[in-house]
């Protein structure tokens, strides 16, 4: 057992998953990526763009700063909690800025409403994604572009095959299968195929390597846990299941564990690809 973890002092559940993505996930991981998004997507002044699966906004606030005033950013997602926290976070930047709650896959625009269309680890969780590229594909302008990232599979992520074993074994199957599918078993190949089926042309594929940094094993698996729906059935737990949980954590990245705490890998891939 590392010292972080030996310091535990039990664990506190968050209530709230939208407000606990914004707060635990967003900084350490989501953030970077979007800066890297909206630099890949090539957007500029002017711009109009949709951010489709926007969660709490991150790509959303990152892409107001660079469209200026005289562009426009709506993000969309299909779950009121995370449009709210979303909200709240960017108030103050709201000129440029309008949020909407809808599907990908039925997207509440007009044809050619967009420049570019982004979209930043949401595709993996559409029950259709091709409809949903379709829909990305018919919001375009001519000649408009969309910037997506996905995740590469679980097993770039050194830290996440670890908490999804560990789940499984200690909270349940599903609490396993919640954990992995972010990372879905996909390739390049997979996702140019994907693009070029919903129409796509010049779709880009690159992979691009990160890290995630935690400062200890229990944050890492406290604030995982806190941030998605694996609250619930990790609170239904006794607080002993929990320790032990974080403790299969902490022995099994012992090699990634450092004085700063813990860190992983994280690899995905960026993809552009213009509208037909
Ligand atoms: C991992 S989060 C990513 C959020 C955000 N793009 C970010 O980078 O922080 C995935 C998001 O996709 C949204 N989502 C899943 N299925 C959706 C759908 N069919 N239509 C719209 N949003 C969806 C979820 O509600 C969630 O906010």
Not at 98 to 126: H, M
Not at 141 to 154: D, E, K, N
Not at 251 to 265: F, H, I, K, W
Request: aromatic content about 8%.
């Amino acid at each position: 057992m590392s010292d972080h973890t030996r310091r535990s002092t039990g664990w506190q559940l968050e209530q709230n998953a939208p407000e606990a993505y914004e707060r635990y996930l967003v900084p350490p991981i989501f953030a970077s990526w979007a800066d890297r998004l909206v630099e890949t997507g090539d957007i500029g002044e002017g711009n109009r763009v949709l951010d489709v699966g926007c969660g709490t906004g991150i790509v959303a606030r990152r892409v107001a700063t660079r469209v200026g005033a005289s562009g426009y950013v709506v993000g969309l997602d299909s779950n009121q909690g995370m449009l709210a926290v979303a909200k709240e976070t960017a108030a103050g930047n709201q000129q440029t800025l309008e949020w909407r709650q809808g599907d990908a896959e039925a997207l509440p625009f007009a044809d050619g409403d967009f420049d570019i269309v982004c979209s930043q680890q949401s595709v993996q969780f559409f029950d259709e994604p091709t409809a949903a590229l379709e829909e990305m594909q018919r919001v375009l302008t001519p000649g408009g572009r969309v910037a997506l990232s996905v995740w590469r599979p679980l097993e770039y992520h050194p830290a996440y095959v670890v908490l999804a074993e560990a789940l499984e074994h200690h909270i349940g199957a599903n609490a396993g299968e919640m954990m992995r599918s972010p990372f879905p078993d996909w390739d390049g190949q997979d996702l140019r195929t994907l693009l070029q089926g919903a129409g796509f042309d010049d779709v880009l594929v690159t992979i691009e390597i990160d890290s995630v940094r935690y400062p200890s094993v229990e944050a890492f698996v406290r604030r995982e846990a806190a941030s998605s729906p694996l609250a619930e059935p990790i609170a239904a737990v006794d607080q002993a299941v929990r320790h032990e949980l974080v403790q299969a954590v902490a022995d099994a990245l012992s090699e990634y564990s450092d004085d700063e705490g813990v860190v992983s890998p994280m690899e995905s891939y960026v993809i552009t690809a213009d509208r037909s």
